[in-house]
């Protein structure tokens, strides 16, 4: 009879999930933004200012809500990516450590909270717009925009600095495998040559 794999703990499972939807953001991000500096180039003079205001504008308000809806599957997760890559990092011994990575940590907490304030408001807003504002409609629509504008900047610092927690998971990873490996029997010499010594 074949053997089963054993099943993975829930939380383990969840946190698997979590990193590869934060590394999948990370892609995103990177080809959303590459994507903007790509339509600047092409769409500003040498100052930085746009040539069409109103193009300027719409292309802006999708690359920030394109990033919002990549970092969408990241966030219910986030918290508990924070709390976890914090805790790691306290075990973790210092030649396998950055010393970037508490302040990348710090950052990406504050940018949490920092959204997660704006998500608030946001649900205010809503609750506040006309019954006729409906998603779709130009009232609806600005106020989205209006939102994913003041989300962009803290998406982009989870683009940044998202990697650190990545970067944690694999040095705890690399910290768990050399702590397991069989350490080789000492040596000690012999008749002018060496043999393992005898336990």
Same mark, same amino acid.
């Given at each position: &009879?074949?053997? %089963?794999?054993?099943? *993975?703990?829930?939380? &383990?499972?969840?946190?698997?999930?979590?990193?590869?939807?934060?590394?999948?953001? !990370?892609?995103?991000?990177?080809? *959303?933004?590459?994507?903007? /500096?790509?339509?600047?180039?092409?769409?500003?003079?040498?100052?930085?200012?746009?040539?069409?205001?109103?193009?300027?504008?719409?292309?802006?308000?999708? +690359?920030?809500?394109?990033?919002? @809806?990549?970092?969408?599957? @990241?966030?219910?997760?986030?918290?508990? !990516?924070?709390?976890?890559?914090?805790?790691?990092? $306290?075990?973790?011994?210092?030649?396998?450590?950055?010393?970037?990575?508490? =302040?990348?940590?710090?950052? !990406?907490? $504050?940018?949490?909270?920092?959204?997660?304030? !704006?998500?608030? +408001?946001?649900?205010?807003?809503?609750? $506040?717009?006309?019954? /006729?504002?409906?998603?779709?409609?130009?009232?609806? @629509?600005?106020?989205?925009?209006?939102?994913?504008?003041?989300?962009?900047?803290?998406?982009?610092?989870?683009?940044?600095? =998202?990697?650190? *927690?990545?970067?944690?998971?694999?040095?705890?990873?690399?910290?768990?495998?050399?702590? %397991?490996?069989? $350490?080789?029997?000492?040596?000690?010499?012999?008749? =002018? =040559?060496?043999?393992?010594?005898?336990?």
């Amino acid at each position: &009879m074949p053997r %089963k794999d054993l099943p *993975i703990p829930r939380t &383990m499972a969840h946190r698997r999930t979590s990193l590869r939807r934060l590394n999948a953001y !990370l892609r995103d991000s990177e080809r *959303i933004l590459a994507s903007w /500096d790509a339509f600047t180039e092409f769409n500003t003079d040498l100052d930085g200012w746009p040539f069409d205001q109103d193009a300027y504008g719409r292309r802006a308000a999708l +690359r920030d809500a394109h990033t919002a @809806v990549a970092f969408a599957d @990241v966030r219910s997760g986030a918290r508990q !990516l924070l709390a976890t890559a914090r805790l790691q990092l $306290q075990h973790l011994p210092a030649h396998l450590t950055r010393d970037s990575w508490r =302040g990348q940590l710090t950052i !990406l907490e $504050q940018a949490l909270h920092h959204l997660e304030a !704006l998500d608030s +408001r946001w649900i205010q807003t809503r609750a $506040q717009l006309p019954a /006729d504002a409906r998603p779709g409609t130009e009232q609806y @629509v600005d106020a989205l925009d209006e939102h994913h504008a003041e989300c962009w900047s803290y998406l982009d610092d989870w683009a940044c600095h =998202g990697r650190a *927690i990545l970067d944690i998971h694999a040095a705890t990873r690399r910290a768990g495998t050399r702590a %397991k490996r069989p $350490q080789l029997p000492a040596l000690r010499p012999r008749h =002018g =040559g060496y043999r393992a010594a005898r336990r």
